[in-house]
């Protein structure tokens, strides 16, 4: 029993990729209203092309370096078929209130929506909706129990990721699978009806799960680039690495192999049982670059 894995845990969530039909368009939007600073444009070349491999522009964001946007050739709808549609990432704004946030969303003429009926036990005070122009519903939040981190320039103060929300069909396997693969606690939940708050721990980053009949198919059609990704520590990632039990596989000779270029050795790709695209990592100062794959770069097509 000594050797039980309870003690691994993912600590924090690191950053996201969301899909898009046209990057142009939607780096506008990232950069003129949340403050995004470009990175890289990943996968710019043949295999790119092919959509071999993913093609994503990567910025920093909210402090957060390697958040991005993925090409996607599903079409996506610039209007969410729901409230909440798909994966919504939240963004803790360093301010008293989301009025400043909503009136900058207004100037600049975005679809936004703010609630701030949250009850006094929600880890969450104040909500700022706003859409993306490929339909991703992006959250702007106040926390109650507020980050210290100076928030990075921008037209509004973002801090950090807060959070994220993701959709899945039953609650239960969901409490069950985060909990026993990536060690997240059940700690102070958002209320909100058929919804679970996962945390984790160590960085107090929510992970909020709404249960739908059908998770859309903006999250599980766009599996090439779009990704949750949550990191931990070293010693904890090769016990994570085995219990996360829906790792994605390749194609060509060695199927667990990734095909593409990814700055950190050790880190993987895969599923939860709803088919929300999650990648684990080490927690590191990471160069942030791109590169070929060796075993690619003979081939005559590139
Ligand atoms: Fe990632």
């Known amino acids: 029993m000594q050797n039980e894995p309870t003690e691994a845990s993912l600590e924090r969530i690191d950053h996201g990729v969301l899909p898009s039909n046209d990057l142009g368009r939607a780096y506008r939007f990232w950069s003129s209203f949340m403050g995004a600073r470009l990175g890289f444009h990943a996968n710019l070349n043949g295999r790119g092309l092919n959509r071999e491999v993913p093609m994503i522009i990567f910025f920093t964001i909210a402090n957060h370096s390697g958040f991005g946007l993925a090409l996607q050739d599903f079409r996506l709808s610039p209007t969410p078929a729901r409230k909440l549609e798909g994966v919504v990432w939240g963004f803790e704004v360093a301010a008293e209130n989301l009025l400043a946030a909503a009136d900058e ?50 037209p509004v103060p973002l801090r950090r990721i807060s959070h994220v929300r993701i959709e899945a069909t039953d609650l239960d396997l969901a409490r069950s699978w985060y909990k026993n693969t990536f060690g997240m606690v059940e700690a ?22 709404r249960k739908v009949a059908q998770v859309a198919e903006r999250s599980t059609q766009c599996f090439k680039g779009p990704h949750i990704d949550l990191r931990g520590s070293e010693a904890s990632y090769p016990t994570i690495l085995e219990r ?59």
């Open 188 to 209: 102070e939940q958002v209320p909100g009806e058929d919804q679970l708050t996962l945390t984790a721990a160590k960085s107090g980053q929510l992970f909020i799960v």
């Open 105 to 154: 969303a207004e100037k600049q003429k975005l679809r936004w929506e703010r609630i701030a009926a949250y009850p006094a036990s929600s880890p969450i005070k104040e909500s700022l909706f706003v859409i993306d122009p490929d339909g991703n519903t992006v959250e702007l939040c106040i926390r109650s129990d507020p980050s210290e981190r100076a928030p990075q320039q921008g």
């Open 244 to 302: 996360f039990n829906r790792k994605e596989t390749y194609w060509g000779p060695d199927p667990n192999l990734i095909p593409w270029h990814e700055p950190d050795a050790n880190t993987a790709y895969g599923y939860d049982p709803f088919g929300n695209r999650i990648q684990i990592g080490i927690i590191a100062k990471r160069p942030m670059h791109f590169g070929e794959v060796a075993r690619f770069a003979n081939r005559a097509d590139i």
